[in-house]
C-alpha cells in the first residue's frame, strides 16, 4: 500500500514539477504584449523595424539567463525609460494615467446622482402627456365620473 | 474635467517638436556616458565647435558614417573642435559594440529614452547638428554625412578654415 502511495505521490511531482517550471519561465510572446518598439511608437509584438528585432533579441538572452518577465522589464526601462512600457508605471506622475480615469468616473457618478436626486424631488414629472403624478384637475375629474357613469351598466 | 482636458493638451504640446533652427541655442542637459560611466554633456565643450552626431548602433546608414565622422575627429579633434556621438534608443550593449567594431574614438553620450533626440528635433538617425562655440546650431544634416560634406561643409567653419 505504501508502495502504491508513494509511486502516485512520484508521478503527481513528475507531472506537477515541469508545469511549475514552465509558468515561472518568462516568455517572448508575453512580454511583446506590455512593451513598446520605442522607435516605432508601436507595441513591439507588431513592429518590424531593425530596432525591434534588437530588442526581442535582447528580451530572448534575458530568458535564457533565467529572468523574470518583471525583472526583464526592468532591464528594458533601463534601457530605454519608462516609455518602454506599453503600460505606464503605478508611481509617481504615470500613477495619474490610472486614478483620472477612475476620479473622472466617480465625478460623473456622483453629478449624476445628484441630478437624479434633485430630479426626483422636484415631482420627476413635467406634468406633460401620459403624466401620472398628480391626476386630473377638478373639472376633468368631474368629466371623467360623468362619462364613467354612462357606462355604467 | 478641466485637468483632464489640460493634461491633454499639454501631452499634445510637449510631443510636438518643431526642430532646431540655425542660430538657435542647443540642448544641452546631462546625458549618461556610453562608456565609463559618469554623465557627460554639449556644455562640457562650451568654447570648441561641436558636431553632435545622432545614431543607433541598428541604423545601417549610421554604420555607413562612422568611418567618415572618425577620420574627421582625427584630422580635427582638439581643443577646438570634436565630434560627440549620442546613441539614442539603442540598447547600450548593442552601441558598446558599435563603437568597438568600428574604432570610433570620440566621445559618446548615450540617449536610451530619445529625450534628448527629441528636444534636438530629430526625424531619425542618423542627424549632425553643428555647433559653434557659444552653444548654438550652425549646421544641421539629416541623414549620414560622408567625407565630401564634411570637408565642404563642416570644415570651412572650423578654426584654420578648409579641410
Avoid at chain 1, 511583446?32 to 531593425?50: D, N, R
Avoid at chain 1, 526592468?74 to 503605478?90: I, R, S
Avoid at chain 2, 544641421?140 to 570644415?155: F, I, N, T
Amino acid at each position: 500500500m505504501r508502495a502504491r502511495l508513494a509511486l502516485v505521490a512520484a508521478l503527481l511531482l513528475a507531472l506537477l514539477a515541469p508545469a511549475a517550471g514552465a509558468a515561472e519561465r518568462a516568455s517572448l510572446i508575453e512580454i511583446e504584449k506590455q512593451v513598446m518598439c520605442p522607435v516605432c511608437g508601436t507595441l513591439l509584438q507588431l513592429a518590424e523595424s531593425p530596432q525591434a528585432q534588437r530588442e526581442r533579441v535582447f528580451i530572448n538572452r534575458l530568458i535564457d539567463e533565467g529572468k523574470s518577465e518583471e525583472e526583464i522589464k526592468d532591464t528594458l526601462v533601463v534601457e530605454y525609460g519608462d516609455e518602454v512600457l506599453a503600460l505606464p508605471p503605478d508611481s509617481g506622475f504615470s500613477l495619474s494615467a490610472y486614478l483620472v480615469p477612475i476620479v473622472a468616473f466617480l465625478i460623473a457618478a456622483v453629478a449624476l446622482m445628484i441630478g437624479v436626486l434633485r430630479w426626483r424631488r422636484a415631482g420627476g414629472d413635467d406634468g406633460g402627456p401620459g403624466s401620472r403624478v398628480g391626476g386630473p384637475s377638478g373639472e376633468d375629474s368631474e368629466r371623467l365620473d360623468a362619462d364613467l357613469a354612462r357606462y355604467d351598466l | 474635467m478641466l485637468a483632464v482636458v489640460g493634461l491633454l493638451v499639454f501631452g499634445l504640446v510637449s510631443k510636438g517638436s518643431s526642430g532646431l533652427a540655425v542660430g538657435e541655442p542647443v540642448p544641452n542637459q546631462p546625458l549618461p556616458r556610453l562608456e565609463g560611466g559618469g554623465t557627460g554633456s554639449l556644455a562640457d565643450y562650451r568654447g570648441r565647435w561641436v558636431l553632435v552626431n545622432f545614431w543607433a548602433s541598428w541604423c545601417i546608414p549610421c554604420r555607413a558614417e562612422a568611418p567618415a565622422l572618425e577620420d574627421f575627429q582625427r584630422q580635427h579633434g582638439g581643443s577646438q573642435f570634436t565630434v560627440l556621438g549620442v546613441d539614442t534608443r539603442d540598447l547600450s550593449g548593442d552601441g558598446r559594440a558599435f563603437v568597438r567594431e568600428y574604432e570610433v574614438g570620440y566621445p559618446q553620450l548615450r540617449d536610451g529614452d530619445g529625450d534628448a533626440a527629441h528636444e534636438y528635433g530629430t526625424t531619425g538617425v542618423p542627424e549632425s547638428f553643428l555647433v559653434d562655440p557659444r552653444g548654438k546650431l550652425r549646421l544641421h544634416a539629416v541623414g549620414p554625412v560622408d567625407e565630401e560634406y564634411l570637408s565642404e561643409q563642416v570644415a570651412p567653419l572650423l578654426p584654420g578654415g578648409s579641410s
